[in-house]
Structures are given as C-alpha cells and as structure tokens.
C-alpha cells in the first residue's frame, strides 16, 4: 500500500492538495477534522465532546481521534491502492498509535511529505478561507493563534518522530495549486522508485 501522510500547519493547503493527489495516485483520503466535523454535524455523542475543542482551536483528544482511525483503517486495509492521512497524527501518541495500528496490518507509512508555509500566508490564507468555509474556527483570528500555538507546541514534533526512518520530505507549500501538486508528486514517485525501501 502506498500510505501517505500530508502534514504542516493549519492553512498549509493540506485539504486541497490531498485531494488532488488522492486523484492521481487512486488513495483513499482520510481527513480528520472532516471525520469530525461530520460527527459534529451528526450531534452525536463524540461530535458533542470533539466541538467543546474544535471550536475553541484546541486539539481533540487523542482517545478520540486514534478511535475513529481504528474504525477507518479496519475497513479499508486491503481495499484500497493506499492511504492519504491529512490532519493525523497531531501529536507524537497519534503517531505511535498509527505505526502501530498499520503494524497490525502489516502495513506502514510510505512518506510524510510536509508543507512549508510561512506564518503570516497562513494567518491570511485561514482568515480567507474563514469567509467562504462557514468555519467558526477560521473566522476569529484568535482561534488561528490558537491552532497555530498548537501546532507549534504538539504537532510539529511529528515530524521528529518519522524524521528517525528518513521518510520526511519538506516541500515548500507557497505558489500555485498546481506548483505545488507537481512538487508533492515529484517526492512521491522519487520515494516509490525504489530508493527506499
Ligand atoms: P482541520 O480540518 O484538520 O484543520 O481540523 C479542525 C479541527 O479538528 C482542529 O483544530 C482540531 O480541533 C480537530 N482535529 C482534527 N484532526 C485532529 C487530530 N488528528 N487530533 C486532534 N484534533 C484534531
């Protein structure tokens, strides 16, 4: 399976360039803060619990989140091409639970390819998004500070934690949507190509 994580920072364009590689490579696209606001949506009793933080730009408990990635991978390892995880793992204890539950699987991460933007085009580009995306949490500059201090304090470790296997490529996150796609998919067909294992 080619299993993929897109990482980088709230507004790094994550969403969009999933979904366009996704088409490309034939992946299934897993995006947990969509899986969450649609449990939001729901009202159900974990969308309920998920919204005390999401609205407030804090990360969601990680019980919570590792819970719905069981449930997705146990339906789809073995059905699909590969995975595109965008938005997971957020923190360190995600990550080792993902390895894990791939494991398990007898699978495991291909690549994390990581978008670079700079702070202030993603203060911007969130609080664009936020005029269209019906998002509260893209429409209070406060609540982007937020998401961003949590970015910076638990997620950016992340990339630690697959910078020991070597599998991290850094791709710089500005220019054309297109741009960008091409370079994503330039780390990906170096890294299939049987330079690492
Ligand atoms: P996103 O759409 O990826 O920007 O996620 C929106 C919100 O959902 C985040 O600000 C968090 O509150 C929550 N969320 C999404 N993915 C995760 C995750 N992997 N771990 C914890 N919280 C998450």
């Known amino acids: 399976m080619l299993n993929i994580?897109?990482?980088g920072p709230p507004g790094s364009g994550k969403g969009t360039q999933a979904y366009r590689l996704k088409e490309r490579y034939n992946l299934l696209h897993i995006s947990t803060g969509d899986l969450l606001r649609e449990e939001k949506a729901k009202g159900s009793p974990l969308g309920l619990e998920a919204k005390k933080y999401m609205d407030n730009g804090l990360l969601v408990p990680d019980e919570v989140v590792i819970g719905m990635i069981r449930v997705k991978l146990e339906e789809n390892v073995g059905k699909v091409a590969g995975i595109i995880?965008?938005?997971?793992?957020r923190t360190v204890a995600q990550a080792e639970a993902l390895d894990q539950l791939l494991e398990e699987k007898e699978t495991c991460i291909e690549q994390?390819?990581?978008l670079e933007v700079g702070e202030d085009?993603?203060?911007r580009r969130l609080l664009e998004r936020g005029k269209t995306s019906g998002r509260a949490d893209d429409m209070d500059e406060e609540k982007i500070r937020t998401r961003l201090g949590e970015y910076h304090?638990?997620?950016?470790?992340v990339a630690g934690h697959y910078a020991q296997t070597d599998k991290v490529a850094n791709v710089a996150g500005e220019g054309t949507i297109e741009e960008i796609t091409e370079r994503l998919a330039g780390e990906l067909d170096r890294?299939?190509?049987g330079e690492e294992e």
């Open 5 to 7: 994580i897109l990482f």
């Open 85 to 89: 995880f965008d938005g997971f793992p």
């Open 112 to 114: 994390v390819l990581a």
């Open 121 to 123: 085009e993603l203060v």
């Open 153 to 157: 304090t638990k997620t950016a470790l």
């Open 191 to 193: 890294g299939s190509n």
